[in-house]
């Protein structure tokens, strides 16, 4: 019984091990506090012109609701993001530092909190 609970323990300090080498730099945990509902995030790295793809998806961020944005291995340390409303408006927030930020909450005001 002993074996089975160190071999249970070794697995999992492997596969803990195994995601953090995986998770970039730029990950983190979006806030919606725009006091909308969100229906589209776009997240590019700002030398870019170009959004990249929706990570809703068909998901709707809720007002007050969190997201966790992962990213892989990137190089890039500056981001701008995009979300977009239900009537089709939407904000930006532009050249944001992520690989020293853990939480981003956005504001309605156009203003975003980094933690």
């Keep these: 019984m002993k074996t089975i609970r160190i071999l249970f323990l070794a697995a999992a300090m492997l596969i803990f091990a195994a995601s953090a080498a995986m998770a970039g730099a730029q990950d983190f945990i ?42 892989g291995k990137r190089k890039e340390r500056y981001w701008d993001i995009q979300v977009k409303f239900k009537d089709g408006s939407g904000l930006y927030w532009m050249r944001l530092d992520l690989t020293n930020t853990k939480v981003i909450a956005l504001n309605g005001d156009g203003t975003a909190t980094m933690e």
């Design 30 to 71: 979006l806030v919606n506090r725009t006091g909308y509902d969100i229906y589209a995030v776009n997240v590019s790295p700002s030398e870019t012109e170009k959004w990249e793809e929706d990570i809703l998806g068909s998901q709707i961020l809720s007002n007050g609701e969190a997201l966790e944005v992962k990213f």
